[in-house]
């Protein structure tokens, strides 16, 4: 069984820094994508940072680029995004989701489905 769990999550003030993290378990495929999502309240699901095992360019949305950085550890065992300068507007609750597809890191972040998707955590940037 494929699990995701993501976890860092918390309240910083603008311009602060975080870094969360995504452990992924029973995930066997030799080719993937994986992703960071996020959903704020009453807003559509926008996807965040995107990277395929199969495409050397990462996906970063216009909205973030610059600011967030995403990473994978031992595959796809453990993925990061690291969070800068962050903003108001990057409040909402942010999960991860991984697929065993080959697919560039752009296409994946667009898809309107990934097969396996964790539980999110809340990020809140306030003053």
């Known amino acids: 069984e494929v699990q995701l769990q993501a976890s860092g999550g918390g309240l910083v003030q603008p311009g602060g820094s975080l870094t969360l993290a995504c452990t992924i378990t029973g995930f066997t495929f030799d080719d993937y994508a994986v992703g960071w999502f996020r959903q704020a309240p009453g807003k559509e699901r926008e996807a965040v940072s995107c990277i395929s095992s199969r495409d050397e360019n990462r996906y970063y949305s216009d909205s973030v680029k610059g600011r967030f950085t995403m990473s994978t550890e031992n595959g796809v065992n453990t993925v990061h995004l690291r969070m800068n300068n962050l903003k108001p507007e990057d409040t909402a609750v942010y999960y991860c989701?991984?697929?065993?597809?080959?697919?560039?890191?752009?296409?994946?972040?667009?898809?309107?489905?990934?097969?396996?998707r964790g539980q999110g955590t809340l990020v809140t940037v306030s003053s």
């Open positions: 989701a991984v697929q065993g597809i080959i697919i560039r890191a752009a296409a994946f972040c667009h898809r309107n489905w990934q097969d396996y």
